[in-house]
């Protein structure tokens, strides 16, 4: 099965989204490190289309935003709009 979807290969290439499953357990408990700084931790599950996260990691820049979601659409559409927040 083929699945032409643009945003698979947009989300491969964007440096700021975690995609692969080693990468993201190699981080497991270790998200300080990662973010560089020990600043609250926010797990958002399901970003949806993007509003709301991208406001939050906006207005609250003292804390460490991780987002999922299964859409790469929405996975990428959040990721954008988060930076320009």
């Known amino acids: 099965m083929v699945i032409n979807n ?3 290969e947009k989300v491969q290439q964007d440096n700021d989204i975690m995609h692969i499953p080693e990468d993201i ?4 408990w270790k998200w300080s490190e990662y973010f560089n700084n020990s600043q609250e931790l926010v797990l958002e599950i399901g970003t949806g289309m993007w509003n709301f996260f991208a406001k939050q990691v906006g207005e609250n820049p003292d804390k460490n935003y991780i987002g999922m979601e299964i859409r790469y659409k929405r996975l990428f559409q ?3 709009k988060s930076r320009k927040h």
């Open 25 to 28: 357990y190699t981080h497991k």
């Open 78 to 80: 959040t990721a954008e």
């Open 6 to 8: 643009p945003y698979i």
